[in-house]
C-alpha cells in the first residue's frame, strides 16, 4: 500500500507511523489532507477529512480500480471499506455493518452516499430490471430524505435533522434485492424556530422557491419566504445568496425521485399541501377578545382547512378550544388562552411534519422492502448497514435535541470501543497470545450517566415528567444536581459555583467523551413530554385526505376512552438506539471516522486543535496502537483450514495430523509466513494482510481446478449411475420377456398338451396371442402344429381311400374356392359307366369293353369314366362316354357297344378348363390342337352330381403324382402344395388349369 503512494503524501496507513503520538498523527493527517489525500487507513478503519471542495476520485475508472481487490492493494478510499464489507458479506455470508462517525459536518452523509453509489456501481452485473430498480430506489431515496429532513445549520449546509440507519438486503448473488430504512428523532422543533443564521427544512425553500406558479397558487403560497414566519430565519440575506437555485434544482429532482420511487400523484400533492399547512399555520396569530380568543386571519384558517381536507369551522375550534372529558363522561370545550393557542399551533405544526416525514419513510420502505423472499429458493438473505446519523453537536444553545443527539454518539462510541478496542485486547488475553494492554478511554460511565435506569438524566426527565402537579424545569434542575452531583461527568453552576459559564437553574454540563456540552434545561420537560392536544390528532384522522387520515391512526380513538400515557421523546430516542446498537453488534463492523478540518467549510484551512480534539475524542490514537500491536486477520483453526487446506499437501483433501491446529501450522510454514502469526488456543492470528492475500490468491488460483475436479469425479459418477440404471432397465427388460416368452409357453403348453387324445386333435383349441419376440417362432409352431395335425388326419385314412383323399385335395387347391360346389362331400366313384347303379343298362357291356381295351392298350388304372355330351359348333349336341386311364382319353360311342371315336394318349392333355359356374362343361387341352370340349352328365346314382370337380381333382392328382414319382407316396404336404393359377378364359368365366408342370403348375 505503501509503495502505491509516494512517501511526499505521507503515510496511508497510520499503523506505518514511526512512533505512534498525537504529533506524528496529526502531522501526517495534515500533510494528507494538504495533499489532497483525504482517506487514511488504520487497519481496516477508514480516517476522512471532509475536503470541502470536489474531488475526482469517485469515478468510474475509481470504483473498477477497487473493485474486488483487498485493502491494501489501493490507497485508502471509502471503496476499500466499502468492497471490505460486500466481499466479507459475500464470502462469509455475514451480514455487514458500515458506521460512518463524525461530528456535524465532517462529511458522513457523503460518505455514505459514495459507499451506497460503489456498490450500486459493482452489483448486479447482468443488469437484471427487478434489481436495477431497487438499485434505482435507494439511491433516489436520498435525495428526498435529504430534502425532508436535512436542514442548514450553522456548523453545516446539509446538516442530517434525523439519524439514518439504512439495510441493503443482498440475495446468495450478492445483488440488493431490497432495503430498508430506520429515521432516528427528526429535530422537530426546527419547523417552528431556528438558531440565527440557521434554515427549516430544505423541503419548504425548495416548495417556496421551486414550485410552479400554479402549484404555489394551488397551496395559497406567495414565493417568498420571508413571508412566512417559519422560514423567516433562513430565507434569505448575506447567508444564502446562491441558495435559490439550489432550491429549485433540488425541488425538480425531489419530484422526480418520488415519482421514480412510486409515490402516487394524490400521495404528493399531499407531501406539498401539508408542506403549505404547515406554513399557513405558522403564520396563524391570535388575539385576546375580553374572556374569548380569536384568529386574527381567518382567511389562513380557510386556507388551512382547504389544504388538510377539513373544514375550516374544525380548524379553528382545534386551534381555539381543547375537548376535555369531565370525570361523568361528560364533554365539554375549554377554551384556550393566547398563550396556549400559540403552543398548540406550533406542537400541531410540529407534529405535522414529523408525521408527514416518518411516513415518507414508511412509503419508501414500502417499496424497497424484500418481496417474495424465499430462503429454500435464493439462498441466504444478507445485508449491508449503513449508518449516517447526526454527529456529536456543540451549539452556543444546546437543548433537548442535542442532549439526544449527543447521547447517540457516546453510544456509538462506546459500541466502537466495544467492538475496536475492548473485544479485542480481550481475545488475545482469552487465546493466551502476549500482549501489552492499551489504555483507552472508556465512555460506559458517561452513557450509564444518561440512561441508567432510576438514577440517570432520562430516568430523572420522565420522572419530572411524568410526577402530578406543576414541575417545571428548574426543579427537575435541582432533582439532577441533588441526584447527581457526585458523577465526575456531571456539573451545573450549584456544583460548581465558581464556574462563570454555566447559569444558575439553567445550565448543567455533561463532559461527553468528544467535549464538554452545557445544556440549557429549558424546555427540557416540554419536549420530552411532547404533548399535542388530541383535538388536532382527532381533526387529521378526519380529514377527508385519505393519505393525511393514514399519518393520524390514533385521532380514531374516542375523547372519552382512557389510554396508556405514551412514553416520553427521550424513552423511546433511548429505545430505538439501544436497539440500533443491538442491530449493529451481531453484524462485522466497518468503520469510517470522519474529520472536520475548520469550521469555515474551508478546503484550504487545516484547524490543528479542532483536528486535535476530534482525533481525541474518537479514539484514533488508540485505534492505532491496538491495530499495530494486534492482528489483522483472525480465524478459528477449523475454519481456516476448511478455507485453504487445498493450499497445502499436507491437508487436502484431509490431513493426517493430531490436531487441525497442526494443520494450520503446516499450511503456515509451506507458504513461510510463520514470523507473521501467533498461535491462539483455539484461533490463529495474523498480522499483516498480505500474508492472508498470498493464501488468498493461491486458493483463488487453486478453485477452477479443484472445481474442474469435482466436475470430473461428479460426471463420472452421474455417468455410473446413468450406467446402472440403464442396465438394470435392461435386466428388468429381459427377465420380464424371458417370463413373457415363458409365460406363453406355458399357457400353449396348458391349451394344447392334450391334443393327441382330443377328438379332434386341437383343432378346436384357440392358441394364445404370442409377445412380439415370438412371432416368427409361434408361425413356424403353428405351422408344425398344422403339418402334425394333417399328419394325424392323414394318418387315419385307408389305404383304399388315399387316392380320393389326394384328388379331393388337388380339387381343392385348383379350383381356390373359385367354384362353389365340386363334389366335395361324396364319394368320388371315378368309373361311373362301370357302376351298376349309375348307369345299370349300359355297365355290363362296358365293363366287357374296358377288359379289351385295358389288354390291348395295357392301362393299369382308371381315371373317369362317365357319358358325356358333345356340342359342336353348329351347336348341335350328341351324347358320346368319356374314358380316361392313365394312358389315354377315349370318346366312346355309347350307342354303338361304346366304339371308340378318339383316343388321344394321356401324355398330350397340355391343361383342363372348367367354369365356375354350375354347368358341367370341361374342356381337355391337347398339344395337338385337338381338345376336347363336353358336358359331363350325371348318371343315376345322383341326378345332382357335380364331376367336374372329381375330373379336375383326379387328373392334377395324376400328373402331380406321376411328375414326382409313383414310387413316392405322397405326404400331406404334397397333398396340401398342390396348386396352380386360375385365369379366366373362356366366356366370362372359365378357368385354365394347366396339368402339366412345366407349363403352368
Ligand atoms: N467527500 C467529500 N467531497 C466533497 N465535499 C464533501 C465531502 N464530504 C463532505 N463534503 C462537504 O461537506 C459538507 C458536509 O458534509 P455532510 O453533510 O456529509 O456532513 P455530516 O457529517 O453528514 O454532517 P451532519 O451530522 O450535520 O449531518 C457537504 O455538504 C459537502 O459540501
Ligand atoms: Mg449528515
Not at 24 to 43: A, C, D, P, S, V
Not at 728 to 749: D, T
Request: some cysteine; charged content about 25%; overall charge neutral.
Amino acid at each position: 500500500m505503501a509503495e502505491l503512494e509516494g512517501l511526499e503524501f505521507g503515510k496511508s496507513d497510520f499503523v506505518l507511523l514511526d512512533e505512534v503520538t498525537m504529533e506524528q498523527f496529526m502531522e501526517n493527517l495534515k500533510l494528507r489532507f494538504e495533499k489532497g489525500r483525504i482517506y487514511t487507513f488504520i487497519g481496516e478503519v477508514v480516517v476522512s477529512v471532509n475536503p470541502y471542495r470536489e474531488m475526482d476520485i469517485y469515478g468510474k475508472e475509481v470504483v473498477e480500480a477497487y473493485r474486488g481487490r483487498e485493502l491494501y492493494e489501493n490507497p485508502p478510499h471509502l471503496f476499500s471499506v466499502a468492497d471490505a464489507a460486500y466481499k466479507t458479506m459475500k464470502r462469509r455470508a455475514k451480514d455487514t455493518c458500515i458506521v460512518i462517525s463524525g461530528e456535524s459536518g465532517a462529511g458522513k452523509t457523503e460518505a455514505s452516499k459514495y459507499i451506497m453509489q460503489y456498490i450500486a456501481a459493482i452489483t448486479n452485473p447482468s443488469q437484471r430490471a427487478e434489481v436495477e430498480s431497487v438499485k434505482n430506489v435507494l439511491l433516489k431515496s436520498n435525495c428526498v430524505l435529504e430534502a425532508f429532513g436535512n436542514a442548514k445549520t450553522n456548523r453545516n449546509n446539509n446538516s442530517s435533522r434525523f439519524g439514518k440507519y439504512m439495510d441493503i438486503n443482498f440475495n446468495f448473488n450478492g445483488d440488493p434485492t431490497g432495503g430498508h430504512i430506520n429515521n432516528y428523532l427528526l429535530e422537530k422543533s426546527r419547523v417552528v424556530q431556528q438558531q440565527g443564521g440557521e434554515r427549516n427544512f430544505h423541503s419548504f425553500y425548495q416548495l417556496l422557491r421551486g414550485g410552479s406558479e400554479e402549484m404555489l397558487q394551488s397551496l395559497f403560497l406567495q414565493r417568498d419566504p420571508s413571508f412566512y414566519i417559519y422560514t423567516r430565519e433562513g430565507a434569505g440575506g448575506f447567508f444564502f445568496p446562491q441558495t435559490s437555485s439550489e432550491d429549485r434544482s433540488a425541488h425538480k429532482a425531489v419530484l422526480t425521485a418520488l415519482k421514480v420511487i412510486g409515490f402516487r400523484a394524490q400521495e404528493i400533492d399531499s407531501i406539498y399541501m401539508i408542506l403549505g399547512a404547515i406554513l399557513h399555520l405558522g403564520n396563524l396569530e391570535f388575539a385576546t377578545d375580553g374572556e374569548s380568543v380569536r384568529v386574527t386571519a381567518p382567511q389562513a384558517v380557510e386556507n388551512i382547512a382547504i389544504l388538510t381536507s377539513t373544514t375550516a369551522a374544525d380548524v379553528s375550534k382545534a386551534l381555539l378550544f381543547r375537548t376535555v372529558a369531565t370525570g361523568g363522561g361528560e364533554v365539554i370545550d375549554k377554551g384556550h388562552s393566547e398563550q396556549e393557542a400559540n403552543y398548540g399551533r406550533d406542537a400541531f405544526s410540529k407534529a405535522l411534519y414529523e408525521r408527514l416525514f416518518s411516513w415518507i419513510v414508511s412509503r419508501i420502505n414500502a417499496v424497497i422492502e424484500v418481496k417474495d423472499y424465499n430462503p429454500v429458493l435464493h439462498g441466504k438473505n444478507t445485508v449491508i448497514g449503513v449508518l449516517d446519523i447526526y454527529g456529536f453537536e456543540i451549539f452556543d444553545n444546546n437543548s433537548f435535541e442535542q442532549f439526544c443527539i449527543n447521547y447517540c454518539n457516546e453510544k456509538l462510541h462506546q459500541l466502537f470501543i466495544e467492538l475496536i478496542l475492548r473485544q479485542e485486547q480481550e481475545e488475545y488475553d482469552r487465546e493466551g497470545i502476549p500482549w501489552q494492554h492499551i489504555d483507552y478511554c472508556n465512555n460506559q460511565i458517561i452513557v450509564d450517566l444518561v440512561e441508567q435506569p432510576h438514577r440517570g438524566i432520562i430516568s430523572i426527565l420522565d420522572e419530572a415528567c411524568l410526577g402530578v402537579g406543576k414541575v417545571t424545569d428548574v426543579m427537575c434542575l435541582e432533582s439532577m444536581d441533588s441526584k447527581l452531583g457526585q458523577h465526575p461527568h456531571y456539573t451545573s453552576r450549584k456544583l460548581s459555583p465558581t464556574d462563570k459559564s454555566l447559569e444558575f437553574q439553567r445550565h448543567f454540563r455533561i463532559r461527553h467523551y468528544a467535549g464538554d456540552v452545557t445544556y440549557s434545561v429549558e424546555g427540557f420537560l416540554e419536549k420530552n413530554k411532547d404533548p399535542l392536544f388530541q383535538d388536532f390528532k382527532r381533526l387529521m384522522f378526519n380529514s377527508t385526505n385519505p393519505v393525511l387520515s393514514e399519518m393520524w391512526p390514533e385521532g380514531r380513538l374516542d375523547i372519552t376512552e382512557v389510554t396508556k400515557r405514551p412514553l416520553t421523546a427521550a424513552t423511546l430516542f433511548k429505545n430505538s438506539i439501544v436497539a440500533l446498537v443491538d442491530k449493529l453488534a451481531c453484524k462485522d463492523p466497518y468503520y469510517v471516522r470522519c474529520i472536520k478540518p475548520n469550521e469555515v467549510k474551508s478546503p484550504m484551512l487545516f484547524d490543528d486543535a479542532r483536528c486535535r480534539h476530534q482525533v481525541a475524542y474518537l479514539g484514533l490514537l488508540e485505534n492505532v496502537r491496538v491495530r499495530r500491536a494486534g492482528f489483522a486477520y483472525r480465524q478459528p483453526y477449523n475454519r481456516f483450514l476448511q478455507r485453504y487446506k487445498m493450499t497445502c499437501e499436507y491437508t487436502w483433501p484431509n490431513h493426517l495430523m493430531e490436531s487441525d491446529r497442526e494443520a494450520v501450522e503446516a499450511i503456515v510454514k509451506q507458504h513461510d509466513f510463520h514470523d507473521d502469526v501467533e498461535y491462539g488456543h483455539t484461533k490463529l492470528f495474523v498480522r499483516t494482510p498480505r500474508s492472508l492475500f498470498t493464501l488468498e490468491q493461491e486458493r483463488a488460483a487453486l478453485i477452477p481446478i479443484l472445481v474442474l475436479f469435482l466436475q470430473k469425479v461428479w460426471r463420472g459418477a452421474l455417468a455410473r449411475m446413468r450406467c446402472r440404471r440403464i442396465r438394470a432397465i435392461y435386466r428388468i427388460m429381459s427377465c420380464f420377456r424371458r417370463y413373457k416368452v415363458k409365460a406363453h409357453f406355458w399357457e400353449v403348453e396348458r391349451r394344447l398338451g392334450g391334443v393327441r387324445t382330443m377328438a379332434d386333435y386341437g383343432r378346436s383349441v384357440q392358441w394364445p396371442a404370442a409377445p412380439a419376440a415370438l412371432a416368427h417362432f409361434h408361425a413356424i409352431t403353428q405351422q408344425l402344429y398344422h403339418r402334425w395335425w394333417a399328419r394325424q388326419v392323414v394318418k387315419n385314412i385307408p389305404p383304399s381311400d388315399m387316392a380320393e383323399v389326394r384328388a379331393k385335395v388337388a380339387a381343392l387347391s385348383a379350383l381356390q374356392g373359385e367354384r362353389p360346389t365340386w363334389g366335395c362331400g361324396r364319394v368320388w366313384e371315378r368309373d361311373y359307366l362301370s357302376h351298376v347303379s349309375d348307369s345299370p343298362q349300359t355297365s355290363a357291356h362296358f365293363v366287357q369293353v374296358s377288359k379289351e381295351l385295358k389288354n390291348k392298350d395295357q392301362f393299369s388304372t382308371i381315371l373317369f369314366s362317365g357319358f358325356v355330351r358333345k356340342v359342336n359348333r353348329f351347336n348341335k349336341s350328341t351324347d358320346r362316354a368319356l374314358f380316361i386311364t392313365d394312358k389315354h382319353v377315349y370318346k366312346l360311342e355309347p350307342r354303338k357297344h361304346f366304339r371308340v371315336l378318339k383316343k388321344i394318349p394321356l401324355d398330350n392333355v397340355t391343361g383342363l378348363s372348367v367354369t365356375s359356374g354350375a354347368d358341367q362343361m370341361l374342356v381337355l387341352h391337347t398339344s395337338s390342337k385337338d381338345d376336347i370340349l363336353v358336358c359331363l352328365q350325371r348318371g343315376e346314382l345322383c341326378p345332382n352330381q357335380d364331376r367336374v370337380g372329381e375330373v379336375l381333382g383326379t387328373l392334377s392328382d395324376h400328373f402331380t403324382r406321376s411328375n414326382t414319382g409313383a414310387a413316392v407316396e405322397p405326404g400331406p404336404t404334397q397333398l396340401l402344395s398342390t396348386s396352380c393359377s386360375v385365369t379366366p378364359l373362356w366366356y366370362q368365366c372359365a378357368t385354365i388349369l394347366p396339368l402339366r408342370s412345366n407349363t403352368c403348375v
